[in-house]
């Protein structure tokens, strides 16, 4: 992995809020959602509800896919970050509260909102693995594809 791609990866996902995140159904069908999400460097921050599917999902296959774009004016300006990651429930207390504080500067909605209760949500982190980064303002299907080393995942 250059730089370079990293940092092409890291400006999308800094410069947007949402992200569609599939995971793996017990059936084995894909499950796709669009949660709020912030992030530090390739490391991705999103809280979801205990009762739900993801949760569920997540709790059996950790393994998940996430999608991020802006909406182009035209198509030869379409940027994207995809990527394989592995996703976990966030149970550090000083983590949580960092990842709460980019969710409120990244979403202002919740800026009157206190971190939820552990017992109703789950804060969880995804850590890219398998990135890939689309830019159409390179070339027409222009990808660039990375592995993401662990150590290296949350250093940005």
Not at 27 to 35: A, C, F, S
């Amino acid at each position: 992995m250059s730089a370079a791609q990293e940092g092409k990866a890291i400006r999308i996902l800094d410069g947007q809020r949402l992200m569609a995140v599939s995971t793996v159904r017990p059936d084995g069908w894909p499950q796709t959602t669009i949660v709020g999400y912030a992030n530090i460097g390739l490391v991705i921050y999103f809280l979801i509800f205990r009762a739900s599917q993801k949760f569920e999902n997540i709790s059996k296959d950790n393994r998940v896919s996430i999608a991020v774009a802006p909406e182009p004016r035209n198509l030869g300006e379409l940027q994207a970050v995809y990527a394989g990651a592995t996703a976990s429930e966030v149970v550090d207390r000083a983590e949580r509260d960092q990842a709460w504080r980019l969710l409120v500067e990244r979403h202002p909605n919740l800026t009157d909102y206190e971190l939820p209760s552990t017992s109703v949500t789950a804060l969880m982190r995804a850590n890219c693995k398998y990135v890939s980064v689309l830019d159409y303002a390179t070339s027409w299907g222009a990808a660039e594809k990375f592995t993401v080393e662990e150590e290296t995942a949350g250093s940005s």
